[in-house]
């Protein structure tokens, strides 16, 4: 490969290599990265079609990433085979102003969700995805990968907000749809296909997003319970009174890591089995939380305090990595199984003789958690085939929000039949019949 020709097309200064290319080469969780051929960082939509065109003709394969704040090895080389070019799009960090008529806004794909957020919230608009890797996270990540988060019960995933898309298919060919109408059935839905696909089809470069008019004034809550069942049932009453914009749930072991690795005080009288917050939309009198004078709970209304009472939630993926390279599992439930599967599965992985610690965190609106494992080598997947097929017995997802990655490929068949993996392939044949875009992610090799 001549990385000379690719200094040509994005400039000297954005194609790295060695020691300069090393924090591409491993994702956020610590487990998983390979060696890179180089990284080269484009600025501009044809310099993306560019480079994919010189790399396509020599056969070179490419991973496209953004933030690099995934967890499952989708946009970080394998450790072992041919070392691919990592082709990052930070630099596709422009956004445009808002259309106030459409309420939408078209943005680069390297534009970081915070970014986006802040635009929006500028001009009196809402992006509905909302994560705590806001800020390091980019849109074209989040496409990539249909990101979730902790708005999903209010708005939907990442799919629910893209109205247009722009994406480079790995033989240099633009594909531009970005008019973001309302109405246009004029065949198949290439941005919902793109959202989801990791990088296995094309690169995405622009996305035009449909935005929220601002809820007002929130309440958000912090309630101790006694099990899932009675989360659920707290959940089950807020969403009777009100609209429910958040509702999370934390363990003993995370409120525990979080109050002692990022110094915040107990928030209730006392300890709990499980922490549910709440965020609901009362105009922000606390008429929407389903708490009485029994329960031990706090209320937030104000901004600053509300802010606080979200950190408990948001530092726990932080806290929980404050002992050591921990092995982080994103699966989701059925909201009707997930007491029951969320009971089992803790004594599942407790049981384990490798495991130190064993915490659960995650999206109770939606059925998604997040299971943060600690003592067995980053290397042993052995835990996580355990973590993923006691889900799939219970109708679940391997994946609710961060992706398959290289990390879940061989798991895949627990929730996708034969045939649909077939068809899937099928789709990647077409778009990529060279099978250069991030392979071994999502797919495995035939």
């Known amino acids: 490969m001549n990385e000379r ?4 097309i994005v400039g000297p200064a954005h194609v790295l290599s060695g020691d300069l290319a ?38 070179v394969p490419v991973i496209p990433q953004g933030g690099n704040t995934g967890l499952v090895g989708g946009g970080v080389p394998a450790p072992s085979g041919e070392p691919p070019v ?41 992006y509905g995805v909302d994560l705590a890797a806001r800020d390091t996270a980019t849109i074209g990540g989040t496409v990539a990968t249909n990101a979730g988060g902790i708005r999903v019960i209010a708005n939907g995933m990442t799919r629910a907000q893209l109205a247009g898309i722009e994406a480079v298919r790995p033989d240099g060919t633009v594909i531009s749809h970005l008019a973001g109408l309302a109405k246009d059935n004029t065949g198949y839905d290439l941005a919902g296909l793109l959202c989801g696909s990791e990088g296995t089809l094309a690169v995405i470069t622009a996305v035009r997003l449909r935005l929220h008019r601002p809820e007002g004034a929130t309440t958000v809550g912090l309630v101790g319970v006694a099990d899932y069942a009675a989360a659920l049932e707290v959940m089950a009453q807020a969403r009777a009174r009100t609209r429910v914009l958040a509702a999370e749930v934390i363990d003993a072991v995370g409120m525990r890591l979080v109050t002692s690795v990022a110094g915040l005080p107990w928030p209730l009288q006392a300890p709990h089995p499980l922490v549910v917050l709440l965020e609901v939309a009362d105009g922000g009198d606390a008429s929407g939380l389903p708490f009485d004078d029994d329960d031990d709970a706090v209320v937030a209304v104000e901004a600053g305090d509300r802010a606080r009472l979200w950190e408990y939630r948001e530092r726990q993926s932080e806290a929980f990595s404050s002992l050591g390279v921990i092995h982080k599992l994103d699966v989701s439930v059925p909201l009707a199984s997930l007491a029951r599967c969320a009971t089992e599965l803790a004594h599942l992985v407790g049981d384990h003789p490798d495991v130190t610690d064993v915490g659960v965190f995650g999206h109770l609106g939606d059925g998604n958690i997040h299971v943060e494992i600690a ?6 997947l052995a835990i ?13 997802s391997i994946s609710a929000e961060h992706g398959v990655g290289r990390a879940k490929a061989h798991e895949l068949h627990l929730c996708r039949a034969s045939e649909q993996v077939r068809i899937m392939r099928a789709i990647k044949a077409a778009w990529d019949p060279d099978h250069i875009l991030n392979p071994g992610c999502l797919l495995l090799p035939m």
């Open 375 to 380: 003592g067995p080598a980053a290397d042993d």
């Open 86 to 126: 990592i082709l990052s799009l930070r630099r596709l960090d422009w956004i445009d102003p808002i259309d106030p008529l459409a309420g939408q806004v078209t943005a680069g794909a390297g534009a970081t969700l915070g970014a986006v957020q802040r635009h929006a919230s500028e001009a009196g608009w809402e």
């Open 5 to 8: 020709a690719l200094a040509d």
């Open 22 to 59: 090393a924090g591409y080469e491993i994702d956020w969780s610590r487990r998983f990265g390979g060696p890179s051929r180089c990284v080269v960082r484009p600025g501009s939509t044809a310099e993306v079609s560019a480079v994919l065109s010189l790399l396509s003709r020599e056969g």
């Open 384 to 396: 996580d085939h355990a973590v993923l097929a006691h889900v799939a017995r219970y109708g679940g």
